[in-house]
């Protein structure tokens, strides 16, 4: 029942900007920890950032200090601000979410269907 919408994926030039962000809809009790992917052609999907209920923070070394993720508890989004980006970063961005529903009690882990991110040299 609950639904994860990406936006805000596109085509930039190396050195810009994006940013994205993941809207969770439906029987929703709690989302613990909310999280981004990606996943380039021939390659495994990797973790980007993820962040707890409670603000925690992680990253993978290959964006700190580009990327800063953040979440709206109230508007249960998950953002991901992504700055100074290369072609290396050049993927599909899955969002994903670790939920409780209100409607079994029962946690789950749900992903959506993944926002194109394309940067060229």
């Known amino acids: 029942q609950v639904q994860l919408v990406e936006s805000g994926g596109g085509l930039v030039q190396a050195g810009g900007s994006l940013r994205l962000s993941c809207a969770a809809s439906?029987?929703?009790?709690?989302?613990?920890?909310m999280g981004w992917y990606r996943q380039a052609p021939g390659k495994q999907r990797e973790l980007v950032a993820d962040i707890t209920n409670v603000g925690t923070t992680n990253y993978a070394d290959s964006v700190k200090g580009r990327f800063t993720i953040s979440r709206d508890n109230a508007k249960n989004t998950v953002y991901l601000q992504m700055n100074s980006l290369k072609p290396e970063d050049t993927a599909v961005y899955y969002c994903n979410a670790e939920i409780s529903s209100s409607r079994t009690g029962l946690k789950y882990t749900q992903w959506g269907q993944g926002t194109q991110v394309t940067v060229s040299s």
């Open positions: 439906g029987s929703i009790f709690v989302i613990y920890n």
